[in-house]
């Protein structure tokens, strides 16, 4: 016999976590907010939201009216004036819980906050209040099929046209792709130019001409997310919709992100290795092996001792990053080394547990075997891992 696929998050490994030197009566209060809000609304339509490949849309709403939407974005333009804390605490309790049907991190944690850095006052008022309800839902399009790591290389084009840009194009790979309808999208303002020919606009897909979603892309992981092609069919899209209000600034504000962004993968990477400790240990104190519980083998032992070592580093190291984001000092390859070495750690222990859930480990009806597809991607995107290595690498060369 083994033991039941266990569907809320077990939390106790046996060890008392280290306190986070960041946590507050606030945030923790957020943090049983966004606990509850994921086990109640979003883990019992899993089956549901697989088999469909995307979330129904209205869990955005439900998201915004729990607070769980723009956290850290300031009240006057609708959000929950936090900080990055606040989506930490948001991006964890989502890992713990496996809920990977709809992107916070790339609404709340990234889009709003190109909006917040970028946009001129009325940009701000027009999307982030509506992205804080759930009414706007935010994707941000850089990929495209030609061109991922290589974003010099896009080919969507936007071509001013009196006061309007006319874009032509299409993104591929794009998180939230289905429920977008305000999407960040990477374009070539000047064809001839490389990464200075780069800028981000915005654009309202509700009821836009020549937009059109590709199909809902089948994925090894992540099945329940909605990812998709997008299609821009010479849409026509205000020229104020710019962000920044000069053209060719777009790589710029890529670059200037990309902490941030990929500390929240970093820190969702953590918070799913210790969930995947903690499935497996209350599984090998389970299952008999011998006349004993798996958990009495030396090797299992020592298996989920590394296991758990490696994942305590990994959120000290992540707590040290949050630190100094907060700080102002969370340069580009301190970032680069949290996301590439906590999502191959992730990876790493992810196995590690699997193996020693045996043939179960490999029936899908098993939280391990999800997690195990689910944060393989974490090695590619966000940067692919051997690009954060270059970023390093190049720091320490100069
Ligand atoms: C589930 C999922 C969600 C995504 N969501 C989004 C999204 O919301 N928006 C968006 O714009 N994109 C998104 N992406 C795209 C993602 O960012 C790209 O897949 C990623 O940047 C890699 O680009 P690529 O797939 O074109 O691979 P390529 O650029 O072709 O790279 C392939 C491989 O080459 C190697 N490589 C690349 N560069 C180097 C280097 N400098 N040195 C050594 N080796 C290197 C790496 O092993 C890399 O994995 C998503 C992808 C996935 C799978």
Same mark, same amino acid.
């Given at each position: 016999?083994?033991?039941?696929?266990?569907?809320?998050?077990?939390?106790?490994?046996?060890?008392?976590?280290?306190?986070?030197?960041?946590?507050?009566?606030?945030?923790?209060?957020?943090?049983?907010?966004?606990?509850?809000?994921?086990?109640?609304?979003?883990?019992?339509?899993?089956? &549901?939201?697989?088999?469909?490949?995307?979330?129904?849309?209205?869990?955005?709403?439900?998201?915004?009216?729990?607070?769980?939407?723009?956290?850290?974005?300031?009240?006057?333009?609708?959000?929950?004036?936090?900080?990055?804390?606040?989506?930490?605490?948001?991006?964890?309790?989502?890992?713990?819980? !496996?809920?990977?049907?709809?992107?916070? =991190?790339?609404?709340?944690?990234?889009?709003?906050?190109?909006?917040?850095?970028?946009?001129?006052?009325?940009?701000?008022?027009?999307?982030?209040?509506?992205?804080?309800?759930?009414?706007?839902?935010?994707?941000?399009?850089?990929?495209?099929? /030609?061109?991922?790591?290589?974003?010099? &290389?896009? +080919?969507?084009?936007?071509?001013?046209?009196?006061?309007?840009?006319?874009?032509?194009?299409? +993104?591929?790979?794009?998180?939230?792709?289905?429920?977008? #309808?305000?999407?960040?999208?990477?374009?070539?303002?000047?064809?001839?130019?490389?990464?200075?020919?780069?800028?981000?606009? !915005?654009?309202?897909?509700?009821?836009?001409?020549?937009?059109? &979603?590709?199909? $809902?892309?089948?994925?090894?992981?992540?099945?329940?997310?909605?990812?998709?092609?997008?299609?821009?069919?010479?849409?026509?899209?205000?020229?104020?919709?710019?962000?920044?209000?000069?053209?060719? &600034?777009?790589?710029?504000?890529? !670059?200037?992100?990309?902490?941030?962004?990929?500390?929240?993968?970093?820190?969702?990477?953590?918070?799913?290795?210790?969930?995947?400790?903690?499935?497996? *240990?209350?599984?090998?104190?389970?299952?008999?092996?011998? /006349?004993?519980?798996?958990?009495?083998?030396? #090797?299992?032992?020592?298996?989920?001792?590394?296991?758990?070592?490696?994942?305590?580093?990994?959120?000290?190291?992540?707590?040290?990053?949050?630190?100094?984001?907060?700080?102002?000092? $969370?340069?580009?390859? *301190?970032?680069?080394?949290?996301?590439?070495?906590?999502?191959?750690?992730?990876?790493?222990?992810?196995?590690?547990?699997?193996?020693?859930?045996?043939?179960?480990?490999?029936?899908?009806?098993?939280?391990?075997?999800?997690?195990?597809?689910?944060?393989?991607?974490? +090695?590619?995107?966000?940067?692919? =891992?051997?690009?954060? +290595?270059?970023?390093?690498?190049?720091?320490?060369?100069?």
């Amino acid at each position: 016999m083994s033991s039941p696929p266990v569907h809320g998050a077990p939390r106790t490994a046996g060890i008392r976590p280290a306190p986070r030197p960041w946590m507050d009566a606030d945030l923790e209060m957020l943090r049983d907010t966004a606990r509850r809000f994921f086990e109640r609304e979003c883990v019992p339509h899993e089956a &549901r939201w697989t088999a469909q490949h995307h979330a129904d849309r209205d869990i955005w709403k439900k998201a915004g009216q729990a607070g769980l939407l723009c956290a850290s974005i300031p009240e006057e333009y609708g959000g929950g004036s936090g900080s990055f804390l606040h989506e930490a605490v948001i991006c964890e309790e989502q890992a713990t819980a !496996m809920v990977a049907a709809f992107s916070n =991190n790339v609404h709340s944690g990234i889009v709003a906050h190109y909006i917040l850095a970028y946009g001129s006052e009325a940009q701000k008022r027009r999307w982030l209040p509506r992205m804080a309800t759930g009414e706007l839902v935010a994707a941000i399009a850089m990929s495209e099929p /030609g061109a991922g790591t290589d974003l010099q &290389r896009i +080919k969507t084009s936007a071509q001013r046209d009196g006061g309007d840009y006319l874009i032509s194009g299409s +993104k591929t790979f794009i998180t939230n792709g289905h429920h977008a #309808n305000l999407v960040c999208v990477a374009v070539k303002t000047d064809t001839a130019a490389g990464a200075k020919g780069v800028s981000l606009v !915005m654009v309202e897909t509700d009821g836009l001409e020549g937009f059109r &979603r590709g199909r $809902l892309l089948e994925k090894l992981g992540q099945k329940t997310m909605d990812t998709t092609e997008l299609f821009f069919d010479g849409i026509r899209v205000p020229a104020d919709n710019l962000l920044g209000g000069e053209e060719g &600034r777009g790589f710029t504000q890529l !670059m200037q992100q990309l902490p941030q962004e990929r500390l929240l993968i970093a820190v969702g990477a953590v918070a799913t290795m210790h969930r995947a400790i903690a499935e497996t *240990t209350d599984h090998v104190r389970q299952r008999e092996i011998f /006349g004993k519980p798996l958990m009495a083998l030396q #090797n299992t032992r020592f298996k989920l001792a590394e296991c758990q070592t490696q994942a305590t580093v990994a959120r000290s190291f992540v707590d040290d990053c949050i630190g100094r984001l907060l700080r102002g000092e $969370l340069d580009v390859p *301190t970032a680069a080394m949290a996301k590439w070495w906590t999502t191959q750690t992730n990876c790493q222990i992810v196995d590690e547990c699997l193996q020693l859930f045996g043939g179960y480990g490999y029936m899908t009806e098993y939280p391990i075997s999800r997690l195990y597809a689910d944060v393989r991607v974490g +090695k590619i995107y966000g940067g692919a =891992n051997e690009v954060m +290595k270059e970023i390093i690498a190049r720091a320490m060369d100069r």
